[in-house]
């Protein structure tokens, strides 16, 4: 299968409305592909706290219907990046919305592990409480996940659980942290024994330089592909049928111990 990571660059002197327009194009470029991704929060950018509000929309909204006609016009499945959902009640969400090529929304993943360290986002947005799959016809299974989500391994462990064979992971991910950003993918990949295909900004918003450099990495931890520092796109073949080989040639997996029970009192 061809995934295509677009690494789009968040800038502030670009409108919501004209990255919208910009990002719709982009997808639509990728037709050819099995699978697009798109960044973390693109829209508003991951650190500009203060625009989340005003540029929060339901489910339903602008973004995602301009994602699920990209996604229909180019025939792929689309992780359109997340967007802030505002929800009936009010309360904000970073949302992320996988489409399938005929345009239907196929998941919606609340991020769990919110960033911030009790501001921000933090205390911005509400957590979800569900990890999320979804099935890729009848070729593999995609773990869903967000940027910050990217230190907590127990999520990426619940994935595979639930049959993710490819953990995707749209992100905002900040320049002065880059080597965690590529040091966590790859171990993400090495310990679930499955891909990552880890999706990040370019550019600078709130004044946070971004970390670009989205990377793909293989079940075994070797980088099939990474993108620089500026807006890109980043297309890689991949072999779904490499994790069932590579879990079977390593059964490492079938080792483990702690987590599969509930803890004895």
Known sequence: MRASLIQIAVNEDETVEARRVRATALVREQAGADLVVLPELWTTGAFAFDAFDAAAEPL??????????AASDAGVWLHAGSVPERAPDGLLYN???????????????????????????????????????????????????????????????????????????????????RSHWTLLAQARAVENQAFVLACGTAGTHAGVPQAGHSIVVDPWGEVLAQAGADEEVLTVEL????????????????????GLEPPRR
């Not at 339903?60 to 006609?69: F, N």
């Not at 239907?104 to 947005?125: C, N, P, Q, T």
């Not at 072999?239 to 702690?258: I, S």
């Open 60 to 69: 339903r909204g602008p973004t995602y219907e301009a994602m699920a006609k």
């Open 95 to 177: 949302t992320s919305l996988v489409f399938s090529p005929s345009g239907d929304l196929a998941a919606s993943y609340r991020k769990i592990h919110r960033f911030g360290f009790d501001k921000g986002e933090a205390v911005l947005m509400g957590a979800g409480r569900e990890p999320v799959t979804v099935r890729l016809a009848d070729t593999t299974t995609l773990g869903v996940a967000t940027c910050y989500d990217l230190r907590f391994p127990e999520l990426f462990r619940s994935l595979v659980d639930e049959g993710a064979e490819i953990l995707v992971v749209p992100a905002g991910w900040p320049e002065r942290r």
């Open 239 to 258: 072999d779904p049928a490499k994790v069932a080989r590579t879990r079977e040639q390593f059964p490492a997996l079938k080792d483990r111990v702690l």
